[in-house]
């Protein structure tokens, strides 16, 4: 099952894979952040939709540009936080709920590829697990496992 997979042979190769991008710079200059979030994004990816992506693969990097860019919003110090009356006149939120868009998707794609290709005895990562939980809990009315939470979590 899932729990029981080791995440230190997924770490191992997403390092052999680091290691293999690192030498094919040729010695060249290069930004080693880029690459350590590539690879620990491709760890989190694994763990959460049981695969990883090469680095140069173009969803993936969409994908790590879209939560990039929704991270550099700091939704928290947006003006109309602070001053509710400016939610009015202006539209950071609507700018929020745009860049969450895409990777919202990708996340409901994922879950209906799993849910198509759900099996009980083989949970492969975290939506597994989750589809497991919500599955296990029916159609309890004060259950937390719902599909919306899921993409939220």
């Known amino acids: 099952g899932f729990g ?4 230190e042979v997924k770490i191992t190769e997403e390092s052999a894979a680091l290691r293999e991008e690192i030498n094919s710079m040729d010695g060249n200059p290069f ?7 590539k690879a620990t994004t491709n760890v989190i990816c694994f763990l959460v939709f049981a695969h990883r992506f090469d680095y140069d693969h173009p969803q993936f990097l969409q994908l790590m540009q879209d939560f990039s860019d929704f ?5 928290i110090t947006m003006p109309e936080n602070i001053f509710p009356i400016l939610s009015h006149v202006m539209d950071s939120g609507d700018k929020v ?3 969450a868009e895409r990777p919202i998707s990708y996340v409901r794609t994922q879950i209906k590829d ?17 589809l497991l939980e919500m599955k296990t809990q029916g159609q309890r009315s004060d259950s937390t496992f719902t599909e919306d939470q899921l993409i939220e979590t």
């Open 4 to 7: 029981k997979r080791s995440l």
């Open 31 to 37: 930004d080693i952040n880029r690459l350590l979030q």
């Open 71 to 75: 991270a550099a919003t700091n939704i």
């Open 97 to 99: 709920i745009k860049l």
């Open 114 to 130: 799993h849910a198509d290709t759900f099996d009980p005895n083989d949970i492969r990562d975290f939506i597994d697990a989750f």
